[in-house]
Nanobody, 123 residues
Framework: QVQLVESGGGSVQAGGSLRLSCAAS????????MGWFRQAPGKEREGVAV????????NYADSVKGRFTISRDNAKRTLYLQMNSLKPEDTAMYYC????????????????WGRGTQVTVPS
């Protein structure tokens, strides 16, 4: 059974940084493309960043390019999202996800989801 557990969320002032982590279990970790999505209240879930099986390819939403970095450690079975220069519009629940044949920023393509970790950047 695939399990994804996010951590590292919190409240941070604008301009600050956070690093999210996602611990994976229940499957061969390096088999899957993984990603981060987010959802703010009243808005649709949107793709933030995705990373290929061995980390060679990444893709980011335009809104986070240059500020966020996705990475993975297959030995530790952990996915990361380093978030710098945070803005109030980054406030959302952030979800870790795994297993997409397209490895794109399309939520419907991903099979497995964590429960999320809240990130709040007060305005």
């Amino acid at each position: 059974q695939v399990q994804l557990v996010e951590s590292g969320g919190g409240s941070v002032q604008a301009g600050g940084s956070l690093r999210l982590s996602c611990a994976a279990s229940g499957y061969t970790y390096s088999n899957y493309c993984m990603g981060w999505f987010r959802q703010a209240p009243g808005k649709e879930r949107e793709g933030v960043a995705v990373i290929s099986r061995f980390g060679g390819l990444t893709n980011y939403a335009d809104s986070v390019k240059g500020r966020f970095t996705i990475s993975r450690d297959n030995a530790k079975r952990t996915l990361y999202l380093q978030m710098n220069s945070l803005k109030p519009e980054d406030t959302a629940m952030y979800y870790c996800t795994a297993d997409s044949p397209s490895c794109s920023l399309v939520a419907a393509d991903f099979a497995y989801w964590g429960r999320g970790t809240q990130v709040t950047v007060p305005s």
